[in-house]
């Protein structure tokens, strides 16, 4: 039994000297050291050595495991090392080659210009406020001077979760929700996501960004509306740029107004973007309806308010001359790259 297991050892350290790969060296430790290697056939035969015996020939049986596992480890140390140098060798980097160029996204077209409207209205002494895209019924029309059945809803087709849920179809459903707050005065701008069951095309999508604005305070007047939507204008489009204010109805605010703005293009000698008008129409205004201050808790003989609202989109599309929203959603690199 000893003489085999000195046979074993020997021949077992000759092939781990002269493995040249990881892969062979662990096919010979499967061969000796595994289930079914030679040294576990050896302990399969201890049954048949006597009694006396199986001490010593255990202890040959360890000695040979211990040599070839310490062989084994020391050889695939090597082959390791070996391995690594030739990667090494192999992955050299040429530091006079040019550096790889990393293409790093960069702002959207409609983050450019929310980013612009904030800080105009921000220089003005204006908080920019945030609120939920799924909303209630009420806040999204009931507290904004639209009851069930009103005419005006057939102008909105809504998205509806429930009879009293919905996806929100303006962000002036936010100032509803500041004015219940009472902390007067109120200088904000909603920007956000709303949603109508609108079909796709150049000019129209289900889903668009609306950026509403709201003041309340004592003595505010149409005049502060307009003196401060001509300066928003002169800020985004121009210096040079002029308002024109056209009386029109909303719900929620009386007076209303929408607002034109002289083409920046054509200084208003008429062109393609303002179809030879002069104006391209921006936005629409008011003064904010005293049955809405009333149902938010304010009172209307002591605080009167004006309330804006312009598409996010609109602005970014004359801003930067885009013939078609479409182009804003499809995530086309050639396009975007062009901000």
């Known amino acids: 039994m000893k003489e085999r297991l000195e046979k074993l050892q020997a021949e077992a350290l000759q092939k781990i000297s002269d493995a040249k790969a990881l892969d062979k060296l662990n096919d010979i430790r499967v061969a000796y050291l595994g289930k079914k290697g030679e040294l576990t056939e050896v302990l399969k035969g201890m049954k048949d050595v006597a009694k006396e015996d199986r001490p010593k020939v255990g202890q040959f049986v360890n000695d040979a495991r211990k040599a070839i596992e310490d062989k084994l480890d020391e050889v695939k140390k090597q082959l390791e090392a070996q ?130 604005g709201l003041v309340i305070d004592k003595d505010v007047t149409f005049a502060d509306l ?40 054509c200084h208003g000698k008429g062109c393609r973007m303002c179809k030879g008008s002069g104006w391209i129409e921006i936005l629409g205004c008011g003064m904010v309806h005293p049955h809405v201050l009333e149902m938010s808790g304010i009172d209307p003989n002591e605080y009167k308010g004006f309330a804006f609202g312009v598409g996010l989109e609109r602005i970014a599309l004359l801003k930067y001359e885009i013939d078609d929203m479409r182009l804003m959603y499809e995530n086309d690199e050639r396009f975007l790259k062009q901000f």
């Open 83 to 212: 391995a690594l140098e030739l990667k090494l060798e192999e992955e050299v980097i040429d530091v006079t080659l040019p550096a790889k160029k990393n293409n790093v996204g960069h702002r959207h077209p409609n983050t450019i210009a929310l980013e612009e409207v904030e800080r105009i209205f921000v220089g003005m002494g204006y908080e920019v406020v945030e609120g939920p895209e799924v909303e209630y019924d009420y806040y999204n029309f009931e507290a904004l001077n639209i009851p069930a059945n009103h005419p005006a809803k057939d102008e909105q087709d809504t998205f509806y979760v429930t009879d009293k849920i919905l996806l929100r179809t303006q962000t002036s459903s936010v100032q509803v929700h500041e004015m219940e707050k009472g902390n007067l005065p109120i200088r904000m701008i909603s920007p956000g996501r709303v949603f109508r069951a609108d079909e796709v095309d150049a000019t129209h999508s289900p889903s668009f960004h609306q950026i509403e």
């Open 226 to 265: 307009k003196g401060t939507l001509a300066q928003f204008a002169k800020e985004l489009f121009g210096e040079d740029t002029k308002v024109k204010f056209r009386p029109h109805h909303f719900p929620f605010t009386e007076p209303s107004a929408e607002v034109d703005v002289s083409c920046f293009k």
